[in-house]
């Protein structure tokens, strides 16, 4: 299950992780303990979300875009 929509909308595992995000630079580790998906699903989502231009990996780590910190901040 993709955690990015073909209409370019998050799905809940993929809300829940750019929520994560949203906190600042995380692992997949960290990301996986804080939303309780398992890690096949964050690396999964992870490549789509960046992918989508929403998230970009950094330093061990993964951090939002501007893009993706928008999409957060306009989620209900």
């Known amino acids: 299950?993709?955690?990015?929509?073909?209409?370019?909308?998050?799905?809940?595992?993929?809300?829940?992780?750019?929520?994560?995000?949203?906190?600042?630079?995380?692992?997949?580790?960290?990301?996986?303990?804080?939303?309780?998906?398992?890690?096949?699903?964050?690396?999964?989502g992870l490549r789509d979300i960046v992918a989508a231009g929403l998230a970009e990996q950094r330093s061990g780590g993964y951090k939002l875009t501007p893009k993706g910190n928008e999409l957060v901040g306009s989620m209900p």
């Open 1 to 44: 299950m993709p955690c990015i929509s073909p209409d370019g909308k998050p799905t809940e595992s993929g809300k829940k992780m750019l929520l994560a995000l949203h906190k600042g630079n995380r692992s997949p580790e960290n990301i996986a303990k804080e939303t309780g998906l398992p890690m096949f699903r964050v690396r999964s």
